[in-house]
């Protein structure tokens, strides 16, 4: 039987900073809160002082609320407000990173409205594909976006991240949830029952509603990502470009209708790029450039042709990766009157490289 992994979050500095000012700010005693929270009485002690690694997320966000004494949409408010400053009063980007616990409340608990515009685009791409809201709600349960995990089991409708850092400063946020979403969610969500909805949430009815017709996944994050932007739904990287008027990697689309038939639905299902009819259309050019290339060779000399072809399989054979990476370098963009220079430089390079050849 599969382990459950709780949702946890590391105890960063920041972490138990934010923890010990707030006691302070209101005046709670660290032994009086962790007997609130059914825990032995130095446990938020030890949490302040580095000797608790981790905690589970829950048990944060029940402690911040004992912590500030307010509950339901109060608490939302003021928490949404107190992380939001937070972030703004973050020096750069990669501060953020590491701060699970922040990823988790603006992606989780952060609700967001819900536009009209976004109402309109699930409600005709299900009568499109004529699918009924339950029917939908089954398919986000499916969890198809979900990375496999075999030996662990994930608590449902919760937000797990891990952060990667390396490269240098080359941070990347991953993600992952497995739904549970009751099977009237979306039909509350359609007839505005339900007004407000979170990040993760909204990302998956979006990623999932674009893989109803088609198993164009790439294609469907793309969109995804496009229509959350252009609706208010940031990520916590995007929230920290927004406080610090900084540019965003990805721009909203420029939404200019002029078709009278033409509505948001139709541009958002049209303007993004289909990547699985992309990328067939791009292989076959790249398939036919090279057999224009062997054809040309053959022509030219027969033998030589030959043995280009078998030096090319041969290192496909040792190291495919390396092959791929040096066709898709920007060797186009090397001056004409240069490349003999670079044919030359390259050619001493590998040499080098064969002559130090343990």
Not at 5 to 22: A, G, H, N, P, S
Not at 222 to 230: A, G, N, Q, V, Y
Request: glycine letters at 2%.
């Amino acid at each position: 039987m599969a382990q459950i992994q709780k949702q946890k979050v590391k105890l960063t500095d920041l972490l138990k900073e934010t923890i010990k000012d707030l006691r302070k700010t209101y005046n709670k005693r660290g032994d009086i809160l962790s007997k609130e929270l059914d825990r032995g009485a130095s446990y938020v002690s030890q949490l302040e002082n580095g000797k608790i690694k981790d905690i589970e997320f829950d048990l944060l966000n029940l402690m911040f609320q004992h912590i500030v004494g307010l509950t339901g949409n109060d608490y939302n408010n003021y928490i949404q407000k107190y992380i939001f400053e937070i972030i703004n009063n973050m020096s750069s980007r990669e501060l953020l990173y590491s701060e699970e616990w922040i990823h988790i409340f603006t992606m989780q608990i952060l609700q967001i409205d819900i536009s009209d515009d976004i109402i309109e685009i699930i409600k005709k791409k299900l009568e499109q594909v004529q699918y009924t809201p339950e029917q939908f709600v089954k398919k986000i349960n499916q969890n198809i976006f979900n990375r496999q995990w075999f030996d662990i089991k994930r608590e449902v409708n919760k937000l797990y991240v891990h952060i990667s850092s390396s490269n240098y400063d080359n941070y990347s946020t991953y993600t992952d949830i497995t739904y549970s979403l009751p099977e009237d969610y979306v039909a509350k969500i359609l007839s505005k029952e339900i007004t407000s909805i979170s990040f993760i949430f909204m990302d998956g009815i979006l990623k999932n509603l674009y893989t109803l017709e088609t198993d164009d996944k790439a294609g469907a994050i793309k969109k995804t990502e496009k229509i959350l932007f252009d609706n208010g739904f940031f990520d916590t990287i995007e929230i920290f470009e927004n406080l610090h008027n900084l540019s965003h990697q990805q721009q909203p689309l420029k939404v200019d209708i002029q078709d009278a038939d033409t509505d948001l639905f139709t541009f958002y299902d049209e303007v993004i790029v289909n990547y699985n009819e992309k990328y067939e259309k791009l292989k076959q050019q790249a398939i036919e450039k090279l057999d224009y290339a062997f054809e040309r060779y053959r022509q030219e000399h027969r033998s030589y042709a030959c043995e280009t072809l078998e030096k090319i399989l041969d290192n496909m054979d040792g190291d495919l990766g390396l092959i791929m990476v040096i066709l898709s370098s920007p060797l186009n963009n090397i001056p004409r009157d240069m490349r003999h220079f670079f044919w030359e430089d390259c050619k001493a390079l590998i040499e080098s490289y064969l002559k130090s050849k343990p």
